[in-house]
């Protein structure tokens, strides 16, 4: 249902606005109504439903850059002005959440619009930041591979109404990508070997690996193109301004081998994978290359105005002529940045600034030639992951050759690396924008830190000593988790993050329960204190093992010197209990119930982790009765939370089944089902990628970390106070991770009869461990 204005209407609505905003309105003959409020629109018909319809928007003339919305509400009418149709969007959002009418996340969306709307007059609300920034490269692996146009329509509504315009869109660019090696003369067998598999390509996209998990199925790209050209022009209707791909420099290994004379560098094999090959940008090559993929990008997709290229992704520089220091130096956060696994090379200083240089205005340069009016984009991850090597002066040389207003830099790991912008003395007047990654791998501990968000984001805005800074964004490797975070971050850009902490809690609660009370404030008040206060999930690696609890790692009987968890766990099990104690109240509201069950899994997994080292403590010193007692809790906890996790949207048995639906044939079916189990298990290489992007989900808790440890206990108890050979046990178990994905096994999502009950049950048990 839409809503077509009279031109009676619409003249008094322009008037009305003008007197709200200050500004001069979009007046536009009878029934006409502007394209960007009409996507807006859209959108609130999407997300709110028919009662949104009578919502009146109009675009507004901007004010100095800072976008902004203003609401007016009474009588039951309601007119939103904004700068832009995101700016309409959030300002929809922003006034029927606030009254307790809609909450969107991806759990779900709880819309009650009452019969008659409040009244209400905001003034005009300004985001600090000229743009809000979305997505990370890696998403496109870890959430969004089986993706359909439905799944994305809702996410671009989501971006909409949390005042995103600048999301990352990296969709379909394999389509370009296979053209332009067409052309350089790749035949079909040597692109077959080239591309990744579907779960993997953003890491071959952007160089740290090449053929794995291959082919790609054909009907993947071209399904991808399709899907490219919907979500641009959906973006673009609301006046996102999308940041696409561009050439960074890394070609094909077949290609490398056709062009012998060609300054072509062998990078580093990244985390045990095989080695992959970078172009130097001095090679002619190089610009002909760029330019030819801008050139086929914008004939398929339309110009754009940002574009990516992240050429030295946990990957080094070439600085020496050999380029022996990129290819002999381990290093990045995928051995958790520590220095035991890096190799010192030598570089002159001299020549690296110059180098660095060099390559920095190169990249520039070959998107100029296609783009004369395009900026260049880069994901500023590596100044922190490798810092050993981007310090200060190495930065200001990389960037240094290239114009202030054509390269932007995304500091994207302020969460994890929360000086680098510092350091980098705000990147010596290029834009760039500050954000957080905050989930790793769509790896779902609970945790963030509600409160340091606050902070930090209003210390930023404040700051004079920011330079360009041109906006905020989120950069989540994967998504479906913890919305909370992101729900708050989003409300902070917008300056609509409430007077403190505990406000906005009891506000979302409003929207997203439909009503809240004392004993609710203070129960999500506990739950922040035990979740929500942790800025980085520190334990996500732990002796270079990937895995969020010690039980989604590789199993190790040294776990008995792991530190322990962030958080506090006492306030965690408060929080539990008291929100569980609540539950009667609200156990109608879908979403209250999600929230209570993910809080739950937390506070079972850490007890997990408990019993574990109990477990292995007592075997190794041949107790054998000791340690059966912990493993038995071990299981009837794994078992307990596996079936409780079936209230989740998103299982392992849904995972498989969308990888399964993406295929046309049997053969493309299989592949995918491959690559998405092994994804959030084994990962790939022979480095520390297993477990990296492991989650906790139904299905991975009873059918492969439980027999996963199962195995490794059993070995560790018929040992007993004997040798152990760890690295026999281990390589056993990595055969048995492969069998587990190979295995055509059928998984089914199985919702819990009662969740509630199923919580308080898991109460007990975690009361009798």
Not at 234 to 247: D, E, N
Not at 511 to 525: C, E, F, I, V
Not at 628 to 653: C, N, S
Request: hydrophobic share 45%; proline share 6%; glycine share 10%.
């Amino acid at each position: 249902m839409s809503f077509t204005p009279s031109r009676r209407q619409t003249l008094k609505q322009a008037l009305a606005l003008m007197a709200v905003s200050g500004a001069p309105s979009m007046v536009l003959a009878a029934g006409k109504e502007p394209a960007g409020a009409a996507a807006a629109r859209a959108v609130l018909t999407r997300r709110f439903g028919p009662k949104a319809a009578g919502i009146q928007l109009a675009l507004t003339a901007g004010k100095g850059g800072k976008p902004g919305y203003a609401v007016k509400a009474a009588g039951g009418k309601v007119t939103i002005s904004g700068d832009t149709p995101v700016a309409l969007a959030r300002g929809a959002y922003a006034y029927l959440k606030d009254n307790g009418a809609a909450s969107v996340s991806w759990e779900g969306d709880r819309v009650a619009l009452p019969a008659r709307l409040p009244d209400a007059d905001t003034g005009r609300v300004e985001s600090p930041f000229s743009h809000r920034a979305y997505l990370n490269t890696c998403t496109y692996g870890y959430t969004t591979p089986w993706w359909g146009w439905d799944r994305w329509t809702r996410e671009i509504d989501w971006m909409a109404v949390h005042g995103v315009d600048m999301p990352l869109a990296m969709e379909g660019q394999e389509y370009v990508w296979r053209a332009l090696w067409r052309e350089f003369g790749l035949s079909e067998a040597e692109l077959a070997d080239y591309f990744s598999g579907a779960a993997f390509t953003p890491w071959h996209r952007m160089g740290n690996i090449e053929g794995y998990a291959a082919p790609l199925p054909t009907a993947w790209i071209d399904k991808k193109k399709d899907l490219q050209v919907k979500i641009l022009s959906r973006m673009r209707g609301l006046g996102m301004t999308p940041i696409l791909p561009a050439f960074g420099g890394y070609v094909p290994k077949a290609f490398a081998a056709k062009h012998p004379q060609a300054r072509i560098y062998r990078m580093r094999p990244w985390e045990g994978f095989h080695e992959t090959y970078w172009l130097d940008p001095a090679d002619p090559l190089f610009a002909r290359i760029a330019g030819r993929f801008l050139a086929l990008y914008t004939e398929t997709y339309g110009a754009g105005t940002y574009y990516l290229a992240d050429s030295f992704n946990e990957m080094l520089p070439p600085i020496n002529a050999d380029g022996a220091d990129a290819r002999d130096a381990a290093y990045g956060d995928g051995t958790a940045n520590t220095s035991a696994t890096k190799t010192k090379v030598e570089v002159d200083p001299a020549l690296k600034a110059r180098r660095l240089a060099a390559y920095g205005k190169a990249i520039y340069d070959s998107i100029r030639q296609s783009r004369p009016d395009a900026v260049w984009v880069m994901q500023g991850w590596l100044f922190g992951a490798d810092s050993h090597f981007w310090d200060p002066a190495a930065i200001g040389a990389y960037l240094s050759l290239v114009p202030d207003e054509k390269l932007m830099i995304l500091d994207i790991g302020n969460d994890r690396y929360p000086d680098v912008w510092k350091n980098a003395k705000a990147f010596g007047g290029k834009p760039w924008i500050y954000g957080y990654v905050h989930n790793y791998g769509g790896s779902n501990p609970v945790y963030g830190d509600l409160d340091y968000y606050r902070r930090d984001i209003a210390a930023v805005a404040a700051s004079g000593e920011t330079g360009k800074l041109s906006g905020f964004g989120m950069f989540p490797e994967g998504l479906h988790n913890n919305s909370i975070v992101y729900e708050a971050v989003y409300d902070l850009a917008w300056n609509d993050g409430g007077a403190s902490t505990g406000a906005w809690l009891s506000s979302r609660s409003k929207a997203r329960y439909g009503k809240t009370s004392p004993q609710l404030d203070a129960a999500m008040g506990l739950l922040v204190q035990g979740a929500y206060s942790t800025r980085y999930w520190s334990s996500r690696w732990w002796k270079s093992k990937a895995g969020a609890y010690l039980f989604f790692k590789r199993p190790t009987a040294t776990i008995g010197e792991f530190p322990g968890h962030p958080g506090d766990r006492a306030k965690l099990d408060a929080a539990v209990r008291a929100l569980s104690g609540l539950a009667p109240g609200y156990a109608k509201e879908k979403l209250f119930v999600l929230d209570l069950v993910d809080a739950a899994r937390q506070l079972a997994s850490l007890e997990i982790d408990v019993q574990l080292q109990a477990a292995v403590a007592a075997y190794r010193k041949g107790d054998a009765a000791a340690g059966d007692a912990a493993r038995g809790k071990v299981q009837d906890l794994a078992l307990a939370v596996d079936a409780l996790l079936g209230v989740q949207p998103e299982t392992l048995a849904t995972w498989i089944d969308d990888a399964r639906a993406y295929g046309d044939t049997p053969a493309d079916k299989a592949t995918y089902v491959s690559n998405a189990k092994a994804q959030v298990t084994v990962w790939g290489g022979e480095g520390n990628l297993n477990d990296y992007a492991s989650k906790a989900w139904q299905g991975l808790y009873a059918d492969f970390y439980l027999p996963r440890w199962s195995r490794f206990l059993d070995a560790l108890k018929a040992a007993g106070t004997g040798p152990f050979d760890e690295a026999a046990v281990v390589k056993d178990g990595i055969v048995w991770e492969k069998a587990w994905v190979a295995a055509d096994v059928a998984y089914r999502r199985t919702p819990p009869a009662d969740p509630v009950a199923g919580v308080r049950a898991l109460i007990a048990r975690i009361d009798r461990a």
